[in-house]
């Protein structure tokens, strides 16, 4: 980080041939010798300090960066209209000064053929038969794993555990389970995108009842691997969802249950779900972030 008072003639001698200064996060120069555009996907740390500062210390700079950022930055780009609204109402900067680029998806994502080969593939790798539901994000607080492992509880009890739980991501504390779902849900931790690629293709559904996201890529990831999606009615997921997924209380453990059996139980409603998606996943991509974002810098 650059502080002004540290720089003076050399920071203008430096960035004096420099037309736009583009920071990818909050960790940005404070001061303006150059047009500066700074990216925050979100702002969660504001919202769950205790989940992201070891201390106060730690926190009080997280916050004195978002204070040099709605001070100095001539352009804050950020993923979503929730994200954009948290920015303008908690750090106090003019609207306009804060544009909406969404993110794109890998094109490594997309749907696969074979779906028997893909299944062979997962019980090599990962000992996965038949069917499943795959949640992605571990015990990341953000990721409401307990509600969906509850949610799943009362599934298994309605209609049997014909699903299993195929949960991907890291686990940074033991997670207790019950005889029934300790027969019934897998852990795989982290996984490769090539792997992930495949989850995507052959779960039957993936749910991410996720309490807080910037955007929710794992949402568009599963949308355009033509899985069915069931997320958060909150944050910035129904606009990623738009139509095409079905979105429920993240903190009510019925309506989720209830939406996973309808979902499960529904052949008609799962490839409704899955021509929804891919139609509304192709309004993503990084070629139109590529292009919104220079836009950015030529308006600067």
């Not at 799943?152 to 195929?166: A, F, N, Q, T």
């Not at 958060?232 to 903190?251: K, Q, R, Y």
Request: hydrophobic residues 40%; contains cysteine.
């Amino acid at each position: 980080m650059i502080h002004r008072k540290r720089v003076g003639f050399i920071g203008r001698l430096l960035f004096r041939d420099i037309d736009v200064f583009h920071f990818p996060n909050s960790e940005v120069w404070y001061s303006k010798y150059a047009k500066t555009v700074v990216t925050l996907h979100d702002i969660a740390p504001l919202h769950f300090p205790e989940h992201f500062f070891r201390n106060n210390r730690e926190f009080s700079v997280y916050k004195e960066s978002l204070y040099f950022i709605a001070q100095n930055a001539d352009a804050i780009i950020t993923v979503s209209n929730f994200s954009k609204n948290d920015i303008v109402n908690h750090l106090h900067v003019n609207y306009k000064k804060v544009k909406v680029i969404y993110n794109g998806v890998d094109n490594r994502f997309k749907v696969m053929e074979m779906p028997d080969v893909n299944q062979s593939q997962l019980n090599e790798r990962f000992g996965i038969k038949g069917k499943f539901i795959l949640f992605i994000g571990g015990d990341d607080f953000r990721k409401n794993l307990k509600i969906l492992l509850s949610a799943y509880s009362k599934v298994v009890e309605r209609i049997g555990p014909s699903w299993k739980l195929v949960i991907a991501g890291k686990i940074s504390n033991s997670i207790t389970l019950n005889q029934e779902l300790s027969n019934n849900v897998l852990f795989l931790g982290r996984v490769s995108d090539e792997d992930l690629l495949l989850l995507y293709n052959t779960a039957d559904l993936f749910v991410f009842p996720s309490i807080f996201e910037g955007f929710g890529l794992p949402v568009l990831e599963a949308m355009t691997c033509g899985c069915p999606v069931i997320t958060s009615n909150i944050a910035s997921l129904p606009e990623v969802a738009g139509n095409a997924c079905v979105l429920v209380n993240p903190d009510d453990v019925d309506n989720l249950k209830d939406e996973i059996i309808k979902v499960l139980e529904s052949g008609e409603l799962k490839d409704k779900m899955r021509n929804n998606g891919l139609r509304q996943a192709s309004n993503f991509s990084w070629d139109n972030s590529a292009a919104q974002t220079i836009s950015v810098y030529r308006g600067l």
